[in-house]
């Protein structure tokens, strides 16, 4: 395999790169002298990589190869599977800021998929459940008898991850709003933030920037794309990493949200929550693991941590993890294309925010 790199440093701020700093660009030395060996190890194609610091991206790196023979660049554009979620709860909660929809309306008064038309559960649903998995429904509809989408639960009485949620309460801010989804997430977070790589659906600009995964056996895959004329709220978001840092780092500042709305995003969800999955009871573990409104929060010592991570499960699909802890300002994007794609954004992490209490965390899950 080929392996190359291609950095992108320094803070940006009004345009304007700064020099990195001399922390960053040890990281940057280390990530430079490991990451083609974890490549190698692991059978991924490649890694996009961005890291947030002082909250600001310092650092935008990638690896390996984008495609049989291309080399990865901080250009590549990967898929993010369920990375795609904090997107979407973002473009929902700016709209609610907004006053263009509540995330306590029933979702019902402009939407109701006609697999549920008939169950009286689906008057309960808000954007709200979605969002804290707690609407009822199964995570795709096509694991469901039939492939049909039906309610497990009342919505809000219990939790359970759900993809078809978030989907849903897209779909209902589309109808409601009387514009498709995209370019809602266009005009409420993808043109604020300055994230011009990104997309729910295929676009031209894609064209020869796409990573291509490596499966098991260390053959090429294809990667998933949605056509122009869908999107899903939930899955393969595609972008850079370094678009997606900069949406963190927007998320951190709490732009384009109340102040009421902002503090409320970042608490654990009302209602049932997630039960706790990390059972070592070192320092590893946080003290709790509970869902906020996009985010999963984990709760150390020194404050929450907020992440998110996405698995593709086709042969050869992508691995991705985005995480930030507020009280340091300080976050971590790793994007990866290839089915071991876990191990080595764990790896990465520990180079990108060396003794941060999620690093071993993430290592030990």
Known sequence: MLVAACTSSGAVTGGATTAPTPATAAIEAALDAQVPAMLARYGVASVGIALIQDGRVVLERAYGEQSAGVPATTGTLYGLASVTKPVSAETLLRLAAAGRLSLDEPVASAWIDPDVAGDPRALQ???RHALAHQSGLPNWRGHSPGGRLAFAFAPGSAYA???EGYDYAARFAERKLGRNFEDLAQEMVFGPVGMRSTS????GWMSGRLAVGLDSAGRWGEPQVEDSSHWNAANNLITTAGDYARFVVSVM?????????????????????MKG???DTSAVCP?????????VRLDYAAGPVFMHTGLNGRPGGERTLAYFDPAR???VVVFTSGSN???LYAEVAALLDPGAPIVAFLAAE
């Open 125 to 127: 649903l808000t954007v």
């Open 161 to 163: 991850y759900s993809g």
């Open 200 to 203: 729910y659906s295929r676009r």
């Open 253 to 273: 500042r709490g732009e384009g949200l109340t102040p009421a709305l902002q503090a409320e995003r970042l608490q654990p969800a009302r209602g049932p929550q």
């Open 277 to 279: 999955r990390c059972q």
């Open 287 to 295: 003290r709790t693991v509970s869902q906020a409104l996009g985010w």
């Open 329 to 331: 300002r300080r976050g």
């Open 341 to 343: 794609g876990a191990r």
